[in-house]
């Protein structure tokens, strides 16, 4: 690819619920930038959120996956990697100098909080040079802050644009809740990420996995086991308090974690079926006050409450670890695949307006 005669396409959101394809000319890069020629792109219910609500025009779009184009000789020695290469993106980009950087909190860093002003992959203004900063795009600008992982050849891309997704079930499963051997864990909402919590969960040992939602749901339910789930609840036609006490020998659950998307209920029963010192694990966001909830609860069952929200950089490793071990049947979750033309069509999807069964939505770019 030559820069004069070269121009990128990209979907770009311009006002809620519409997206637009543009041109953007090719970035000059310094050393310590570079560019990724997209692969395909997973779409994720932030993207959705994002879609709904956008003010200054931007490329959606972070469940990443590419090649390297082109990479400034910096860039190409700090991050380990040169042209041709395949990797995985992660959305943030974090400052790498403070307190949480230095931690490994990146995640957390203010630099990368998009709701702040700061730089993120999938919610960054276009205004700001050179505008390529999501997916939904032929190629995408690669900051000197990005966070790159190289990803094996031979995954396939559909199964690879669940990385980040699966990287928050590892994070929250086993490197938050110490998930293993003996454990049962009860995972609320079988999207996407109730999914991958599902995966995570099994792949660090749990004994049992049960999966909850409701009947709207029983598709998302029944695809959970082929995943590894031991056992789901139709919260629609059973109680959930009943079938998690008769599933536990009315030991209850030792982890349970709620992705839900609407409602406070699961949060409240999230409470009631956790055992004794168990621990729950809130990871969606609600929009909403919980009216009624027995705090007493917490204390009289010594309850521990985290709230989690992404992924860190060894989460990212374990999920390409795991996709790439071929070791669960990570295929069966693709649903919807888009080309760029159709990015509307792609979010609309995800969000359940546009068309059926949404689970893994992807856009391909180049189709
Ligand atoms: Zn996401
Ligand atoms: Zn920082």
Partial sequence: MKNSD?????A???EPLVTQIQEF???ELSANEGLLKVEMVGVCGTDVANYKHISDPRILGHHVVGH????GAEAAKRWGVQEGDRVAMEE?????QCDRCREGLYRACSFTDSRRGGLRYGNT???LKPGLWGGFSQYMYLHPNAVVHRLPKDVPAAEAVFTLPLANGFEWMCLEAKVGVGKTVVV????QQGLACVLAAKAAGADKVIMVGRQTSIRRLQLSMQLGADAIVNTTTENLVDRIAEMTDGKMADVVVDVTSGGAEPVTQAFAIAKNRGLVILAAYKYAKIPEWDSDLVLSKSLTIKGLRGHSYRSVEMAIQCIASGKFPVSLLQSHRYGLQDVDLALRTADGKGEP??????VNPWQ
Avoid: D, F
């Fill in 357 to 362: 069964n949404p689970l893994l939505v992807a």
């Fill in 92 to 96: 943030y980009l974090p400052c790498g």
């Fill in 125 to 127: 203004s276009m205004h």
């Fill in 6 to 10: 070269k121009r990128v396409l990209a």
């Fill in 25 to 27: 000319p090719v970035p």
């Fill in 12 to 14: 770009v959101a311009t």
């Fill in 68 to 71: 390297i184009e082109k990479i």
């Fill in 188 to 191: 609320q909402g079988p999207g």
